[in-house]
């Protein structure tokens, strides 16, 4: 079985200061990582994935995920915060072994809030 | 190159009425999926349609039907429409392969009396 958490409901970060937003996940084989955003009345708009390789994965609008698998950890980053990145953040997994489910499992989201 | 869209963006149905939601997809992608997002409940599968001519139940499949019309096309239908189906839902498509990621429309807000 896979499954992910997000153990944050809410970050809360100043303008320009560094933010990190929480994922940890499960799987009986190979994780591929996927993290996304939703901005209020939007859906969700993919950011980045980690499939092999580099554990360090850049992304769209600066931000980037660190794969951990010894932490079976892939949080997301940028280094310096915008009050615009205030959005949802969703991360998800699928499973690459062969018994793995097609179906990729959400986290239940984390509210990300940059205060100016 | 519109991605995926959804039609209605807003409905207001009282109980008991039925209605198909709309989805349409124009990147030549083999999955589709429709998902409803309620507060602290994070995203839950409905149905998905893996390829054309397919279709699977998700994670809370009871009162919905669905139908891949063709490759392009993955409409929801509510039958009997309940206060417990108000959710905003999402339609995505995908290639099938595992490490594609998913492209989601931008929702149909339902409301239902």
């Known amino acids: 079985a896979q499954s992910v958490a997000q153990p944050e409901d809410q970050v809360n970060v100043a303008e320009g200061n560094p933010l990190t937003v929480k994922c940890t996940y499960s799987?009986?084989?190979?994780?591929?990582l996927f993290w996304y955003v939703q901005y209020p009345n939007r859906g969700l708009q993919f950011l980045l994935k980690y499939i092999t390789g580099d554990n360090l994965v850049k992304g769209s609008y600066g931000f980037e995920a660190e794969f951990n698998k010894s932490q079976t950890s892939f949080h997301l980053k940028k280094p310096s915060a915008l009050v615009s990145d205030s959005a949802l953040y969703f991360c998800?997994?699928?499973?690459?072994?062969?018994?793995?489910?097609?179906?990729?499992?959400f986290g239940r989201g984390t509210s990300l809030i940059v205060h100016p | 190159n519109a991605g995926v869209t959804q039609t209605p963006k807003f409905q207001v149905l009282k109980t008991g009425q039925s209605m198909t939601l709309q989805c349409a997809q124009d990147?030549?992608?083999?999955?589709m999926y429709w998902y409803r997002q309620d507060p602290g409940m994070g995203l839950r599968l409905i149905y998905y349609s893996a390829s054309e001519g397919t279709t699977d139940k998700g994670e809370v499949p009871n009162g919905y039907n669905v139908s891949r019309l063709n490759k392009r096309e993955f409409s929801l239908r509510l039958e009997s429409a309940a206060p417990s189906q108000t959710s905003v839902y999402f339609c995505a498509s995908s290639y099938r392969d595992l490490h594609n990621e998913q492209f989601f429309g931008p929702g149909t807000r339902l409301t239902v009396l």
């Open positions: 799987v009986s084989g190979n994780p591929y």
């Open positions: 998800a997994v699928r499973d690459s072994s062969s018994g793995g489910s097609y179906i990729p499992t």
């Open positions: 990147m030549n992608h083999n999955s």
